[in-house]
T-cell receptor, first 111, second 114 residues
Framework: QKEVEQNSGPLSVPEGAIASLNCTYS??????FFWYRQYSGKSPELIMF????GDKEDGRFTAQLNKASQYVSLLIRDSQPSDSATYLC???????????FGTGTRLTIIP | DTGVSQNPRHKITKRGQNVTFRCDPI?????LYWYRQTLGQGPEFLTY????????KSRLLSDRFSAERPKGSFSTLEIQRTEQGDSAMYLC????????????FGPGTRLTVT
């Protein structure tokens, strides 16, 4: 079983709609959760991080964490063509700061 | 505030040659990480430093790989006797010395072994 799982997509969403990206993780000791955006040929760019159960909002992005279900999600409101990218979910544990990544979800925003 | 920088950005080498990559972290960050990413996969952890101390190495890091951070500032990753399977993007990230500190990535070094 992979430690961090994401649907690889592609996920296609019309411009202006809400894109919903999901991630599950297997290690119950995971403490910190991150979402990175990666454009083709570029390096990952940190867009959101969340440490506590619940929602965290930053502009058009909302991260949601449910530790009991071992589930973290990212919502992108008012999706724009520039949001088309691969979104990587990453987790780290307490006292173990290395990031474990999923394989990423490829998101395409359709104008 | 400058971000993480990596050099070179691209490297093409022949099988069996040695290569060395450099990473300069964000100046106030004392943690530095190396990851490797192949097409269609997420980055995989290789090793990390806190200041000059190398605190963890992945099993992925064979004996041909070595990393250093001699003065707790920049780091180098050397691959000896390169193999075609070493072709990948090598990513460096840095973070502050905090639990769950956010890691910021450099632009990466794309290695192609022919």
């Amino acid at each position: 079983q992979k430690e961090v799982e994401q649907n690889s997509g592609p996920l296609s969403v019309p411009e202006g709609a809400i894109a919903s990206l999901n991630c599950t993780y297997s290690d119950r000791g995971s403490q910190s959760f991150f979402w990175y955006r990666q454009y083709s040929g570029k390096s990952p760019e940190l867009i959101m991080f969340i440490y506590s159960n619940g929602d965290k909002e930053d502009g058009r992005f909302t991260a949601q964490l449910n530790k009991a279900s071992q589930y973290v999600s990212l919502l992108i409101r008012d999706s724009q063509p520039s949001d088309s990218a691969t979104y990587l979910c990453a987790v780290s544990g307490f006292g173990n700061e290395k990031l474990t990544f999923g394989t990423g979800t490829r998101l395409t925003i359709i104008p | 505030d400058t971000g993480v920088s990596q050099n070179p950005r691209h490297k093409i080498t022949k099988r069996g040659q040695n290569v060395t990559f450099r990473c300069d972290p964000i100046s106030e960050h004392n943690r530095l990480y190396w990851y490797r990413q192949t097409l269609g996969q997420g980055p995989e952890f290789l090793t990390y430093f806190q200041n000059e101390a190398q605190l963890e190495k992945s099993r992925l890091l064979s004996d041909r790989f070595s990393a250093e951070r001699p003065k707790g500032s920049f780091s180098t990753l050397e691959i000896q006797r390169t193999e075609q399977g070493d072709s990948a993007m090598y990513l460096c990230a840095s973070s502050q010395d905090l639990v769950g500190g956010e890691q910021y990535f450099g632009p990466g070094t794309r290695l192609t072994v022919t």
